[in-house]
């Protein structure tokens, strides 16, 4: 994995925010950084529900599926990771 460090991502709507964001926060994790010492801002009250809804669906997933695991781990940049790492990731953020 690679070095945790601070990313802006500017972008249009629909251009993949959501996506980069999402993997960034949980590549964090990953890391082991605590869900409370990460700063994601967004504009509205509704995307910021939106970005933690999408953390938790992702975390979910891939604690789940080992699949899913394998597909996330690859797009953070930790292919090691498998669905027990996930799962607690999710309950640390949960």
Known sequence: MK??????ILASAG??????LTN???ALLAHGAA???IAALTFTRKA?????DEILNKL???AADRAAAQTLAASIGAPALGCAA????LRTVV
Not at 48 to 52: K, L, R, W, Y
Not at 86 to 89: G, H, N, V
């Open 48 to 52: 910021a529900g939106e970005f933690f």
């Open 86 to 89: 996930f799962l607690r990731m």
């Open 60 to 62: 979910a997933g891939a």
């Open 15 to 20: 251009s993949g925010k959501t996506y980069a």
């Open 35 to 37: 869900p409370e010492r």
């Open 3 to 8: 070095p945790a460090g601070h990313v802006m």
């Open 24 to 26: 960034r926060f949980v």
